[in-house]
């Protein structure tokens, strides 16, 4: 059986035509990952976990896919996990919002740690663990409560690891303002 035989030439300039139609088709998304959406550029990046204040939801070395500038189009939604800048850290924190503006906000004294209160409701983690706060946790927090009443006031988010144990979070440098979420995390397995 006698086959044609493709010489080097014809096959990278088979590979070169590929290419390019695969751009005029799709653009420049091929070459960057970023999408528009309503006028806003979101750039999707692939994050790599670092720590365990996260934990049990996110582990330590899980990839996650992060959409940066999402927040500039989008509101922050309880429940979202988020990239947060904090000017202490070199690299960004990644925590879920437990609380947005207008939500109300109470820190309740139990036996011999303190709850959070959001609308009525204890704060859990994604496995149903209560939050339960040291007084020095719990003062940070009631600064809040305090000063506006019960209630997260405007442009501020409480933002949580899922580790109720140990995580640098709002409990440790309060609530944070929508600049400081840098994008959303969109994808965990």
């Known amino acids: 059986m006698n086959m044609p035989k493709v010489s080097l030439l014809t096959f990278g300039i088979f590979v070169f035509t590929f290419i390019i ?3 005029l088709v799709n653009g420049t998304e091929i070459f960057k990952n970023i999408s528009k959406q309503d006028g806003c550029e979101i750039n999707k990046v692939v994050k790599t976990v670092r720590g365990e204040s996260m934990y ?3 582990k330590h070395g899980q990839e ?9 189009c989008n509101s922050p939604q309880i429940g979202d996990l988020v990239m947060v800048d904090h000017a202490n850290r070199e690299t960004p924190l990644v925590k879920v919002i437990r609380a947005v503006p207008n939500n109300k906000l109470q820190i309740v004294k139990e036996d011999d ?10 704060l859990k983690n994604s496995v149903g663990k209560l939050y339960r706060l ?14 506006y009443k019960g209630m997260i006031p405007k442009d501020a988010y409480l933002i949580l690891g899922d580790n109720v144990d140990s995580s640098l979070d ?8 929508k600049k400081s979420l840098l994008g959303k995390i969109n994808y965990h397995p």
């Open 56 to 58: 049990p939801l996110l």
């Open 134 to 147: 040291s007084e020095q946790e719990a003062k940070m927090i009631s600064l809040y409560e305090r000063d």
């Open 113 to 122: 740690f303190y709850k959070i209160i959001v609308n009525g409701q204890s």
């Open 64 to 72: 996650i896919v992060v959409s940066e500038g999402y927040y500039n």
């Open 21 to 23: 139609a695969l751009f």
């Open 170 to 177: 709002s409990t440790e440098f309060g609530l944070v303002g």
